[in-house]
T-cell receptor, first 111, second 116 residues
Framework: GEDVEQSLFLSVREGDSSVINCTYT??????LYWYKQEPGAGLQLLTY?????DMKQDQRLTVLLNKKDKHLSLRIADTQTGDSAIYFC???????????FGGGTRLMVKP | DTGVSQDPRHKITKRGQNVTFRCDPI?????LYWYRQTLGQGPEFLTY????????KSRLLSDRFSAERPKGSFSTLEIQRTEQGDSAMYLC??????????????FGSGTQLSVL
């Protein structure tokens, strides 16, 4: 079955860049997504990338996709304390319309 | 746009009892999903509806779980004879998918179930 893996934790200083990594196994993934979850709130879609793209930039967010290695990353430039949250990558693959989520990476931003 | 709302926010029940959760999606969203999230894990897909039709169910969804979306608007998720392993956050999400393309899910804040 599909599997999505992420590192558990990342700590950065305010103003630095953050890079959150994700690997997946389903080579038929059509779209890959990054969601953000803040305490007590629902998941919020941050950005997505179509599987035939290598890179997508959206303001402070840059998504890189390496299809050969099945590796996805999210770079947050000029990280702010408000970026502290759990970040989930997800893929929509061959299994239907469901999303398969990774376990989440907790980002802590220190002032 | 009031977002996806879920009720209740928290539910504490004793093992063996039945519980029912409600989800009100964003109006005119034709798809509605149920996910389950345990502490430290990502959401796991349970089931989804397109309008009132339940189109897919996960292997995680045992016979004790049933979901409905009778008029293609709100949905309910019922768990019968709850077990301690059912303790989790139950998330509802909705989307509007006009055709082929990426799908943006809007999540509710979830219902936290604790089975004692």
């Amino acid at each position: 079955g599909e599997d999505v893996e992420q590192s558990l934790f990342l700590s950065v200083r305010e103003g630095d860049s953050s890079v959150i990594n994700c690997t997946y196994t389903d080579s038929s993934s059509t779209y890959l997504y990054w969601y953000k979850q803040e305490p007590g709130a629902g998941l919020q879609l941050l950005t997505y990338i179509f599987s035939n793209m290598d890179m997508k930039q959206d303001q402070r967010l840059t998504v890189l996709l390496n299809k050969k290695d099945k590796h996805l990353s999210l770079r947050i430039a000029d990280t702010q304390t408000g970026d502290s949250a759990i970040y989930f990558c997800a893929e929509s693959g061959n299994a239907g319309n469901m999303l398969t989520f990774g376990g989440g990476t907790r980002l802590m931003v220190k002032p | 746009d009031t977002g996806v709302s879920q009720d209740p926010r928290h539910k504490i029940t004793k093992r063996g009892q039945n519980v029912t959760f409600r989800c009100d999606p964003i109006s005119e969203h034709n798809r509605l999903y149920w996910y389950r999230q345990t502490l430290g894990q990502g959401p796991e897909f349970l089931t989804y509806f397109q309008n009132e039709a339940q189109l897919e169910k996960s292997r995680l969804l045992s016979d004790r779980f049933s979901a409905e979306r009778p008029k293609g608007s709100f949905s309910t998720l019922e768990i019968q004879r709850t077990e301690q392993g059912d303790s989790a956050m139950y998330l509802c999400a909705s989307s509007y998918l006009p055709g082929q393309g990426y799908e943006k899910l809007f999540f509710g804040s979830g219902t936290q179930l604790s089975v004692l």
